[in-house]
Nanobody, 120 residues
Framework: VQLQASGGGLVQAGGSLRLSCVGSGSILNINKMEWYRQAPGKQRELVAGITSGLWTNYADSVKGRFAISRDNAKNTVYLQMNNLKPEDTAIYYC???????????????WGQGTQVTVSS
């Protein structure tokens, strides 16, 4: 079972990127899915989350600019990032609380991270 994140890159301030994170393997159920980020020299922080019932939450710094969504049929979570700012530069990680055949209880899985760089 793994999470594979993609979609990062280099973009100018004001631009947009869309991150994706796909779960694969013997997944039985995915509960909450989240995006975190970690900038150099800073702690990892929560960016956005979405429950299986599609309730969402966002960090204050990204409200109105980022949108999280999910496709349960594809075991995928997305993060649409608009009006990007240099301070959004970080490695973005996806996180999912999943139940799998290997672990038939809720367990937290992390993706490998994808770099987002916003130039001024």
């Amino acid at each position: 079972v793994q999470l594979q994140a993609s979609g990062g890159g280099l973009v100018q301030a004001g631009g947009s990127l869309r991150l994706s994170c796909v779960g694969s393997g013997s997944i039985l159920n995915i509960n909450k899915m989240e995006w975190y980020r970690q900038a150099p020299g800073k702690q990892r922080e929560l960016v956005a989350g979405i429950t299986s019932g599609l309730w969402t939450n966002y960090a204050d710094s990204v409200k109105g600019r980022f949108a999280i969504s999910r496709d349960n049929a594809k075991n995928t979570v997305y993060l649409q990032m608009n009006n990007l700012k240099p301070e959004d530069t970080a490695i973005y990680y996806c996180n999912a609380k999943m139940i799998t055949t290997d672990r038939p209880y809720e367990y937290e899985y992390w993706g490998q991270g994808t770099q987002v760089t916003v130039s001024s």
